[in-house]
């Protein structure tokens, strides 16, 4: 299978604890989304990479999300100190931007992963 | 800043019948793209169909087309012969397409589809 794989599918945790989930691209993407999905909404934007560099944060990220791409490949979503209000599908996308001589050039596709369901409870 | 907007939180339709969903958006740039994407229940986001914002030709996909109506920011999908596995999450998206964007999809709420044997 070479899509978008996320793990774990499902994490429940206790308010405060620590969790950390994986999301491993297409090989040969080098841009790399996240996306936080509640209940009856459309996904919204946390984060992306190109290659290892975090290049934009939405403000929906708080100091306790971080998010690493330390080789260019997979990628891992930590949340500290947990809330009730994380709980939520975190959805992991990758797409192919193509470095011209200006600016990447993204192409139109975004492929996305069976996403992390977490539940803080 | 870009927005999308899903009027329609449920839609159904019988077997074999057509369905059209709903989907307008705001946004002041001339470059963009235009997604439907198809979520079934634990499963993951799929694209169905997209449409690039300087084709006037609405894009067609067998059983999935689009009418495009860019001066009414307007972006409707037609389900045409609705088959039992059509039966999901509907999403319509916008992507910047200018030079250098970032490349992340803006949802809108989505709509509920069923599909009645």
């Known amino acids: 299978d070479t899509g978008v794989s996320q793990d774990p599918r499902h994490k429940i945790t206790k308010r405060g604890q620590n969790v950390t989930f994986r999301c491993d691209p297409i090989s040969e993407h080098n841009r790399l989304y996240w996306y936080r999905q509640t209940l009856g909404q459309g996904p919204e934007f946390l984060t992306y990479f190109q290659n290892e560099a975090q290049l934009e944060k939405s403000r929906l990220l708080s100091d306790r999300f971080s998010a690493e791409r330390p080789k260019g490949s997979f990628s891992t979503l930590e949340i500290q100190r947990t809330e009730q209000g994380d709980s939520a599908m975190y959805l992991c996308?990758?797409?192919?931007?193509?470095?011209?001589?200006?600016?990447?050039?993204?192409?139109?596709?975004?492929?996305f992963g069976q996403g992390t369901r977490l539940t803080v409870v | 800043a870009q927005t999308v907007t899903q009027s329609q939180p449920e839609m159904s339709v019988q077997e074999a019948e057509t369905v059209t969903l709903s989907c307008t958006y705001d946004?002041?740039?001339?470059?963009?793209?235009l997604f439907w994407y198809k979520q079934p229940p634990s499963r993951q986001m799929i694209l169905v169909i997209r449409?690039?914002?300087?084709?006037?030709q609405n894009a067609t996909e067998n059983r999935f087309s689009v009418n495009f109506q860019k001066a009414a920011k307007s972006f409707s999908l037609k389900i045409s012969d609705s088959q039992l596995g059509d039966a999901a999450m509907y999403f319509c998206a916008y992507r910047s397409d200018y030079g250098g964007s970032q490349g992340n999809l803006i949802f809108g709420k989505g709509t509920k589809l069923s599909v009645k044997p």
């Open positions: 946004t002041s740039e001339s470059d963009y793209y």
């Open positions: 996308a990758s797409s192919l931007a193509v470095l011209t001589s200006s600016y990447p050039s993204v192409i139109p596709e975004a492929f």
């Open positions: 449409q690039e914002a300087y084709k006037q």
